[in-house]
C-alpha cells in the first residue's frame, strides 16, 4: 500500500544549525502523488508548511526547503539555520485523489 | 476567516459511555475528514465524506460512525468508547481540483481519553 517512512521519534538540533529530516514515501496505488510537510505547533492543528506537486520540484516555506526526488522516492525536509521558534512536530505526507498517507511525525527540538 | 473548529478540546468518558465529536468548516470545501493521531503512528484516517449526507470508510474505521448534516458539519461518533480510543482526534477539510486538491486545513484537535 502506500505509505510513508520518516525519521523517528525526536530530533535535536542547537539554534543556527542546520537541519535535516528524512522521507521517504511508497505510492503503489497513487501514479502521481503530491507531496507535503505539514507541522504542529504545540496545542494547535496541523498547518502546511510546503507543497510540491511534480517531481524534481522544489518546495519552500519559513526557510525550509524540501525536492520531490522520484528517483529516490525521498521529500527530505532540510533548514540552514534553525530557530527557537521552529520546535514543533514535522510530518511527510503524499496525497492522491482524496487520500492523504502520513509519516508518524518527527519532533524537532531546538536548543537555545 | 476560514477555519476548523473541533470540539470538545478535551473529553473524558468511561468504557461503554457514548462520546460525540464535532466539526465545523467555514473553508466552504467539499471534502471533510476524521483522523486520529497516536504516538509512533502518523494521523490514519477513520472517516471521510465528500458533501452533506455523504460518508465514506477510511482506513481504521472500527468502533467509529460519522455524519456530514451540512457542508459545514461533520461529527464523529463512538457509541461504546472502549480504552483503545483513546487518543488525539483531528478534523480537517480540503478542497477539491487544482491547487487546493489534498491540502488539508486541520482543526486544532480532540484530545480523548476512555477511562
Known amino acids: 500500500g502506500d505509505s510513508v517512512t520518516q525519521t523517528e521519534g525526536q530530533v535535536t538540533v542547537s539554534e543556527s544549525k542546520s537541519l535535516i529530516i528524512n522521507c521517504t514515501y511508497s505510492a503503489t496505488s497513487i501514479a502521481y502523488p503530491n507531496l507535503f510537510w505539514y507541522v504542529r505547533y504545540p496545542g494547535e492543528g496541523l498547518q502546511l508548511l510546503l507543497k510540491?506537486?511534480?517531481?524534481?520540484q522544489k518546495g519552500s516555506s519559513r526557510g525550509f526547503e524540501a525536492t520531490y526526488n522520484k528517483e529516490t522516492t525521498s521529500f527530505h525536509l532540510q533548514k540552514a539555520s534553525v530557530q527557537e521558534s521552529d520546535s514543533a512536530v514535522y510530518y511527510c505526507a503524499l496525497g492522491g485523489g482524496y487520500k492523504v498517507v502520513f509519516g508518524s511525525g518527527t519532533r524537532l527540538l531546538v536548543s537555545p | 476567516e476560514a477555519a476548523v473548529t473541533q470540539s470538545p478540546r478535551n473529553k473524558v468518558t468511561v468504557t461503554g459511555g457514548n462520546v460525540t465529536l464535532s466539526c465545523r468548516q467555514t473553508n466552504s470545501h467539499n471534502y471533510m475528514y476524521w483522523y486520529r493521531q497516536d504516538t509512533g503512528h502518523g494521523l490514519r484516517l477513520i472517516h471521510y465524506s465528500y458533501g452533506a449526507g455523504n460518508l465514506q470508510i477510511g482506513d481504521v474505521p472500527d468502533g467509529y460512525k460519522a455524519t456530514r448534516t451540512t457542508q459545514e458539519d461533520f461529527f464523529l461518533l463512538l457509541e461504546l468508547a472502549s480504552p483503545s480510543q483513546t487518543s488525539l482526534y483531528f478534523c480537517a477539510s480540503s478542497g477539491t481540483g487544482g491547487a487546493s486538491q489534498n491540502t488539508l486545513y486541520f482543526g486544532a484537535g480532540t484530545r480523548l481519553s476512555v477511562l
Open positions: 510540491v506537486i511534480t517531481a524534481g
